[in-house]
C-alpha cells in the first residue's frame, strides 16, 4: 500500500498543478460504514490457503458465466436490463460495423478515412480482445505506429489548470501512421519492425530468449518525417470491463500513488491529469497504455478519429488525421451529411458505442481454488507485483447506471504510470507521461487471450510471446517483482504463470 491520499496532495500541488478540491478528495459516496467496509474488503489477503469471498465474480455482480470460448469477451454484462441488452446489441452493430469511402450509396456507413488504419472498431479488437504485430501473412490492422515531436514554439497541445494533455503530431503524418487509403490515395506508408535476440538467464539457469524489437518506417509517400520525429507501436488492448473501470473513484486510485516515492519501496504511481473534450475540464486518465483518456466516451471518439478516420461531436474531424501537409487528402470527399447529423458518427452512434464499450463483461475466474493457483496467487504477492497490479476495487455508488453502482471488482491494476525501464521505453512522451511510463495494464481475462485472441503476445506492442516473457520485460519499478520471478524455482514459477492464467 502507498503512504496514501495526505501525500499524494502534497506531492500534486507541489509539482504546481492547480486541480479542483474535488479532484483529489476522499470517497463522497459512501457512509463511514460504508467505507471502513470499502477499504477492508480491498486490503490485500495475506492468506493464500483458500479463494477470497467472490473471488472468481471479476466483475462483481456483472460477471458473465459461460462457456469458455472465442466469444468470451464479447457478452454483456449479467446483470443488464432487458432494455439494456437492446442498447448493447445495437451498439455491437455499430461496432462491427464496416465503414467504406464516400461518396457511397450507404450513406449512413460512408466517411471511412481517407488515411486510417481500420475499417471498423472490431477490425482492430476482434472478438473485443487484444491486438498483436504484424506476422506473415497478416497485415497487423491491430496495431499501430503513435507519432509526435518534441515542443516547439507552436505547441497545439491542449493546456488547463497546469495540465498539458495530448502531443504535438509530425507536421506532415500527423499523430498516428496511416497504412491504408482509400481509392484514389495513396497510403502513409507501413511500419517496420526487426527484432533481435536478447537472451535472460533465470535463477536456476534457464536462459529464456527475449525478441527485442525496432521500429522504423518505409514507403513513406508524403515526403520524410520530422528528423526528430518519436515513434511508439501500440497494440490494440482488451474490451472488457472499460465501463467498471470508469467508475472507480479518483480518490481510490490516488490513494495508491506516490509519485516522489515517499515511502522509499521503490514505486511511485503517478497519475496522468488529463483534458477531458466532453465536459472540457481536467479528469483523470485511465484509459490508453499512458492512461491519456479519462472516459470510454473520448476513448471511444479518439479511435473513431485515429484510427477509421470517421469524425465525432468530440473530434470533429471529417478527414482524420489528415494534416496540411497532405492536400490530396483534405480534397478528398467525407461523409458528413446534415440530414444524418453534423459529423460522420453523431451522438446516436456515439452514445450506443459508448454503451457497448461500457458494458462488455468480465469473465468468470477458473480454478481459484486450484492448489497450484493459490501457490501462485501467494508467489505474485510475494514478488511484489500486486504493488502496481493492485487486485480490488469498489465502484461508486453514485455511478450513473445501476450495474456499475458498489461493485467489488477485480481488475488487478492501479491505473497510474509507473517508470517501466530503458528496455520497454518509447522515449515519446504523452500528456504528464514521460517516455519511460506506461499505465499498469488490467490482468482480468488475460488467461484467456489464447482462446479469444489466437495468440499470446503481451505488453504495448505485443514483443512478449508469452506471460513470462512479459515479466522479465519489467524493468524501472517493476525490475524488483520481475527478480523476484527469476530468482525462484520452476515449479514456484509455473505456479504464478497459473495463477495468471486463472484470471
Not at 499524494?8 to 500541488?13: D, G, I, S
Not at 527469476?486 to 495468471?500: C, G, H, S, W
Amino acid at each position: 500500500m502507498k503512504i496514501g491520499l495526505t501525500l499524494t496532495l502534497v506531492a500534486l500541488l507541489a509539482s504546481g498543478i492547480a486541480f479542483a478540491q474535488d479532484k483529489v478528495n476522499v470517497r463522497t459516496d459512501l457512509s463511514p460504514e460504508d467505507l471502513a467496509r470499502v477499504l477492508r474488503v480491498t486490503a490485500p489477503t495475506t492468506d493464500f490457503s483458500k479463494p477470497e469471498a467472490s473471488e472468481n465474480l471479476q466483475a462483481g455482480k456483472g460477471t458473465t458465466k459461460f462457456t469458455v470460448n472465442a466469444d468470451s469477451f464479447s457478452h454483456f454484462m449479467d446483470n443488464l436490463s432487458f432494455e439494456q441488452e437492446e442498447t448493447f446489441k445495437l451498439g455491437n452493430a455499430l461496432f462491427r460495423k464496416i465503414w467504406v469511402s464516400s461518396p457511397s450509396s450507404t450513406q449512413a456507413s460512408d466517411g471511412l478515412g481517407p488515411l486510417f488504419n481500420a475499417r471498423g472498431c472490431q477490425s482492430c479488437h476482434l472478438k473485443d480482445g487484444r491486438g498483436h504485430p504484424p506476422t506473415i501473412g497478416n497485415d497487423g490492422v491491430s496495431m499501430f505506429l503513435r507519432l509526435s515531436v518534441p515542443p516547439g514554439e507552436h505547441d497545439t497541445r491542449l493546456a488547463m489548470d497546469g495540465v498539458i494533455a495530448g502531443e504535438v503530431g509530425d507536421a506532415t503524418y500527423g499523430t498516428q501512421l496511416q497504412d491504408f487509403a482509400v481509392p484514389g490515395l495513396k497510403a502513409e506508408g507501413r511500419m517496420v519492425i526487426d527484432y533481435t535476440d536478447l537472451p535472460a538467464t533465470l535463477g536456476d539457469g534457464t536462459v529464456v530468449t527475449l525478441q527485442n524489437p525496432h521500429y522504423s518506417v518505409a514507403d513513406l509517400n508524403y515526403g520524410p518525417m520530422a528528423p526528430d520525429v518519436m515513434l511508439s507501436p501500440r497494440v490494440a488492448p482488451p474490451m472488457i470491463g472499460l465501463g467498471l473501470v470508469e467508475q472507480i473513484p479518483a480518490a481510490d486510485i490516488l490513494a495508491h500513488a506516490d509519485p516522489e516515492d515517499l515511502d522509499g519501496d521503490g514505486i511511485s504511481g503517478k497519475a496522468n491529469w488529463t483534458i477531458d473534450p466532453v465536459s472540457n475540464t481536467v479528469m483523470l486518465g485511465r484509459f490508453g497504455w499512458k492512461a491519456g483518456m479519462a472516459t470510454v466516451r473520448s476513448q471511444s471518439a479518439g479511435a473513431f478519429a485515429g484510427d477509421i478516420g470517421i469524425s465525432t461531436p468530440i473530434n470533429n474531424l471529417p478527414h482524420g488525421d489528415c494534416t496540411e501537409g497532405q492536400p490530396e487528402c483534405l480534397a478528398m470527399p467525407t461523409g458528413e451529411q446534415a440530414r444524418l447529423g453534423v459529423s460522420e458518427a453523431p451522438d446516436p452512434v456515439m452514445d450506443l458505442v459508448t454503451f457497448y464499450s461500457q458494458t462488455l463483461g468480465v469473465p468468470e475466474r477458473r480454478n481459484v481454488g486450484d492448489a497450484a493457483v493459490l501457490r501462485g496467487k501467494a508467489a505474485f504477492y510475494g514478488a511484489g507485483c500486486a504493488s502496481c497490479h493492485m487486485p480490488k476495487f469498489v465502484t461508486s455508488r453514485d455511478a450513473p447506471e445501476k450495474i456499475h453502482q458498489f461493485q467489488l471488482i477485480w481488475p488487478y491494476s492501479d491505473f497510474l504510470l509507473h517508470d517501466m525501464g530503458e528496455g520497454l521505453a518509447d522515449n515519446r512522451p504523452e500528456g504528464q507521461a514521460d517516455g519511460y511510463e506506461w499505465r499498469t495494464p488490467p490482468l482480468w481475462g488475460i488467461g484467456l487471450t489464447q482462446t479469444v485472441s489466437a495468440h499470446t503476445q503481451f505488453l504495448h506492442d505485443g514483443r512478449a510471446r508469452n506471460l513470462t516473457e512479459a515479466i522479465l520485460w519489467h524493468g524501472g519499478e517493476g525490475q524488483k517483482a520481475r527478480d523476484a520471478f527469476a530468482e525462484l524455482p520452476k515449479a514456484t514459477r509455473d505456479d504464478l504463470i497459473a495463477f495468471l492464467e486463472s484470471l
